[in-house]
C-alpha cells in the first residue's frame, strides 16, 4: 500500500520576522553581489524611527560566496547556543551565516554530496541558526533575512519554499535571453510553490564609458528584459550597470553599497547605491503592505 503523506506546513524561521529570497534561474549573474548590497541598503533604511536589523543567509551549498563577499573568510566554525544552535557572525552591521563557514573552503577543495545531503544542510542553515546572535535571549532577532539562493530550480529552492514563509522574492537577471528564459523558470517555480514574487532587477544592463560618458549596452538591448517583465506581469525594480568597483568592493569583502556619500569620482558607484537604494524600499514597502493585510 501507498504511504499517505501529509500536508507541509510551511513554518517562520525562528527569530526572524520577514525572509526575502535573492534568486536567479541562470549562475553567474551576479546575485550573490545583489544579495549583499541589498541586505546593507536594507539596514540603512528607515523602519519604526530606527534602522532595520538585518541578516544574509547563504543558501548555496556548492558555490557559498558570503563569507568572501563580506570579509568573513578565514574563521573557525561558528560557536552554538547552550541549546545547540548555530551562532552567525557578524560584519558590516548584519548578521550572516554560510556553509562556508561550517565546511573547509579553499580553492581545491568541493562540496560533492548528494541531494539528500543538501537538503539537511540547507534545513539546519534555516532552522538551527540563532539569529539573535551573540545577545541571546532578550535580543529581537531580525526585521529581514535576505536570503542568498542558489541558482536553478533544484533542492535547496524546494525546501525553502516548502518548509519556510517566504514573504518575497527579488529575481536577478541580465539582459541576454539565455539568462532570462532561466529567469522565467524560476520564477514559475517560485509561483507554483506559492512564493510571491517582489520583482525583477537587471543586473550588467549597461556600461558607462569614463571617456565619452556613454552608456553602452555590452549585453545587447534591454527590450527582452522589459517584455519579459510585461509577460509575466512584473515589477522591474532597479536596472544596475556593469562598475569594476563593485567586483573590486565584493572581492575585498565591502560591499558597494558600504561606500561613504564621498564616491562621486568613482565610476558608476552612486548609480549603483542610489538603485539598491530603491530596490531596497520597493522590499520594506511589499513588506510592510503584507503586515498591514495588503499583498506583497
Do not use: Y
Amino acid at each position: 500500500m501507498p504511504r499517505k503523506s501529509g500536508t507541509i506546513t510551511k513554518r517562520p524561521i525562528p527569530h526572524v520576522k520577514h525572509v526575502v529570497a535573492v534568486a536567479s534561474g541562470k549562475g553567474g549573474v551576479g546575485k550573490s553581489t545583489v544579495a549583499a548590497n541589498l541586505a546593507v541598503a536594507l539596514a540603512r533604511q528607515s523602519l519604526e524611527g530606527r534602522n532595520p536589523r538585518v541578516g544574509l543567509l547563504d543558501l548555496d551549498i556548492f558555490g557559498p560566496s558570503v563569507p568572501k563577499l563580506m570579509g568573513l573568510e578565514g574563521l573557525p566554525p561558528p560557536e552554538l547556543t547552550k541549546a545547540g544552535a548555530i551562532i552567525p557572525f557578524s560584519n558590516h552591521g548584519l548578521q550572516c551565516m554560510s556553509i562556508g563557514f561550517m565546511v573547509p573552503q579553499t580553492d581545491d577543495t568541493a562540496v560533492v554530496w548528494r541531494g539528500l545531503m543538501v537538503q539537511k544542510a540547507a534545513q539546519q542553515l534555516l532552522f538551527d541558526v540563532d539569529w539573535r546572535g551573540h545577545g541571546g535571549e532578550g535580543h529581537p532577532g531580525l526585521d529581514v533575512l535576505v536570503i542568498d539562493m542558489p541558482p536553478g530550480t533544484g533542492d535547496v529552492q524546494l525546501t525553502l519554499g516548502q518548509l519556510v514563509e517566504v514573504d518575497g522574492a527579488v529575481v536577478v537577471s541580465t539582459p541576454q535571453d539565455v539568462a532570462l528564459i532561466d529567469a522565467k523558470k524560476g520564477v514559475a517555480m517560485f509561483r507554483k510553490i506559492d512564493v510571491p514574487i517582489i520583482g525583477l532587477l537587471l543586473n550588467m544592463a549597461h556600461f558607462t564609458c569614463s571617456t565619452c560618458s556613454t552608456p553602452h549596452q555590452i549585453f545587447g538591448p534591454l527590450t527582452s528584459f522589459h517584455q519579459t517583465a510585461d509577460a509575466l506581469n512584473l515589477k522591474i525594480l532597479g536596472e544596475l550597470p556593469i562598475t569594476p568597483s563593485v567586483s573590486t568592493d565584493g572581492d575585498s569583502g565591502s560591499p558597494t553599497t558600504l561606500r561613504s556619500g564621498a564616491s562621486g569620482n568613482i565610476q558608476g558607484v552612486d548609480e549603483v547605491q542610489s538603485v539598491m537604494d530603491r530596490v531596497a524600499k520597493n522590499v520594506l514597502a511589499t513588506l510592510s503592505a503584507k503586515d498591514s493585510g495588503g499583498r506583497g
